[in-house]
């Protein structure tokens, strides 16, 4: 097997490499070089004490890696690849508590309790209310004079209506947990000047919101979610620290990556005005799932290996931490046919957007594609003239695909 031909350094977690592209031909060098290639680091620079990660680029060894969790770890490092330099290992130790950062048997439980915010009655639940958010959202977009940044007018909005009537959180609430959420996420990008410090205690002032509405609900339970999963602790459901790493999560899992979905999913339509023109005709029910195979807004999550094994042709270390690249996989020629082309009639479309299967498979699938639909169908009627007005501005990060800003024009 030929040696991969990448630049000396070249690492894929580098925020300034993502604050510019994905990088999708290096991943097809290494999906057809060295499949599994350790990428060095400075001890530190990620928030680890060690010299780098294996990364993953294929499809069927993401998968594998996903679906093996009593050899790939999500709690020993989390699922964070590259934290902070300057974060502290108790700051990174905390993050356990969160679903995304558990193994089983905790996570089997906790995770079993939290499902039943999202089985397919409580989604359907929610589809008339946030088709009517859609057609509310698209209808105060087109009033705009002139161009409009579609993420904060359009795509931010619907992930975070979902989730706040998921769990109750009043509407004058609604911003607090956007604003939280974006501070989380967003310590690498220079523009938000935020800090790790910041990002902390914005993660705090979260977590301390969802254990008060806890706490609400177990003193007067309520026909709600939030009842469902914490008022009764004793027959299996969440203590309120529990329930306040639940909503962190939701906060980033299940706002910014379908924002992201949204926002990439825009610019590629109007980018191949035919699949725009193709989506407004027939509207196929296929569009969300390649939108979000297109957008990956996860580029990568980690797992750390328990014990010594093999992968890729690789002999992995206990201790070695292995990074899941989901966006090359995503783009994998040994599953999907011609994956650098947009085609939202693609059937079968076994993507890996919403992770590779196994016990971190998303919760919120349904309420995504959901939301991509509702949000869409609405713009297809009420904008359908909509066109860029700029190139997106991306986010700084390490491992969100993350737009901040896309002009465009309904007029």
């Known amino acids: 097997m030929p040696c991969p031909a990448l630049p000396d350094g070249f690492d894929f977690t580098d925020p300034d490499l993502l604050h510019h592209r994905v990088p999708l031909p290096e991943f097809a060098e290494l999906r057809q070089a060295e499949p599994v290639h350790w990428v060095p680091q400075q001890p530190g620079i990620a928030g680890f004490e060690d010299e780098g990660y294996w990364a993953v680029t294929r499809h069927a060894d993401v998968k594998y890696v996903s679906t093996h969790p009593e050899l790939f770890s999500s709690w020993l490092n989390t699922a964070i690849i590259r934290f902070n330099e300057h974060i502290p290992r108790d700051a990174i130790e905390v993050q356990r508590l969160i679903l995304l950062n558990m193994d089983p048997p905790e996570h089997t439980r906790v995770r079993g309790i939290v499902q039943r915010g999202f089985t397919p009655r409580a989604i359907r639940a929610l589809e008339d209310t946030l088709r009517r958010r859609a057609h509310s959202i698209v209808q105060e977009a087109v009033a705009q004079t002139g161009p409009f940044d579609f993420v904060t007018q359009v795509a931010c909005e619907l992930p975070l209506q979902a989730i706040a009537e998921l769990i109750g959180i009043p509407q004058e609430d609604r911003l607090k947990i956007f604003d ?10 220079p523009e938000y000047a935020i800090t790790e410090e910041v990002g902390q205690e914005s993660a705090t002032e979260l977590i301390s919101y969802a254990m008060n509405m806890a706490a609400d609900r177990k003193q007067c339970p309520a026909k709600d979610i939030v009842t469902q999963l914490v008022a009764a602790e004793d027959e299996g459901n969440l203590t309120s620290d529990e329930f306040g790493f639940f909503v962190l999560m939701l906060a980033v899992a299940g706002n910014e990556t379908t924002r992201n979905a949204i ?9 191949h005005p035919d699949q725009w023109d193709l989506y407004k005709r027939e509207r196929p029910s296929t569009t969300a799932e390649e939108l979000v195979r297109w957008a990956t807004p996860i580029v990568s999550f ?17 201790g070695d931490r292995v990074g899941l690249f989901y966006s090359s996989a ?7 046919d011609s994956p650098e082309v947009l085609d939202i009639t693609r059937d079968p479309n076994p993507h890996l957007g919403f992770g590779g299967g196994g016990p971190h498979y998303c919760l919120g699938k349904s309420l995504a594609t959901l939301e991509i639909d509702l949000i869409f169908n609405a713009i297809a009627d009420a904008m359908p003239g909509l066109r860029l007005v700029g190139d997106p501005r991306r986010l700084r990060s390490a491992w969100v695909n993350g737009v901040k800003e896309l002009q465009v024009s309904a007029s």
Do not use: C
């Open 263 to 271: 926002t990439h999913g825009m610019h590629a339509l109007l980018t």
């Open 180 to 189: 939280w959420s974006n501070k989380m996420i967003s310590y690498d990008d």
């Open 330 to 336: 995503n783009n994998d020629p040994a599953v999907f």
């Open 302 to 318: 980690q797992r750390t290996a328990t014990q010594d094994t093999e992968l890729g042709g690789q002999r992995i270390k206990k």
